[in-house]
Nanobody
Framework: QVQLVESGGGSVQAGGSLRLSCAASGRTFSNYAVGWFRQTPGKEREFVAAIRWSGGSAVYADSVQGRFTISRDNAKNTVSLQMNSLKPEDTAVYYC?????????????????WGQGTQVTVSS
């Protein structure tokens, strides 16, 4: 089992950058696929980015491709999301997710572990 705690959210103007971090508990973090989803009021959770448990190329939503970068540090049990060229439509609560021996799936139900979320607000 793993517990996830996000940090780094906040408010920024359009065109700016933010870096989200997620700290994971547990000794086998490297065995987990990790990723990020986001949600706005009244909408379903939306896939943002993910990396499979064995590493390799990351997967991104089309809406963030080229602007966001996901990375993981298994030695520090952390996963990060660097967000550049932010747009007002990126405003959402961002959730860190994990799944044991998972692939980089894009569906929320494929992830068993979720953080509490961190708010990102981008103003125009």
């Amino acid at each position: 089992q793993v517990q996830l705690v996000e940090s780094g959210g906040g408010s920024v103007q359009a065109g700016g950058s933010l870096r989200l971090s997620c700290a994971a508990s547990g000794r086998t973090f490297s065995n987990y696929a990790v990723g990020w989803f986001r949600q706005t009021p009244g909408k379903e959770r939306e896939f943002v980015a993910a990396i499979r448990w064995s590493g390799g190329s990351a997967v991104y939503a089309d809406s963030v491709q080229g602007r966001f970068t996901i990375s993981r540090d298994n030695a520090k049990n952390t996963v990060s999301l660097q967000m550049n060229s932010l747009k007002p439509e990126d405003t959402a609560v961002y959730y860190c997710v994990a799944q044991l021996f998972g692939l980089a799936r894009v569906t929320a139900m494929d992830y068993a572990y979720w953080g509490q979320g961190t708010q990102v607000t981008v103003s125009s």
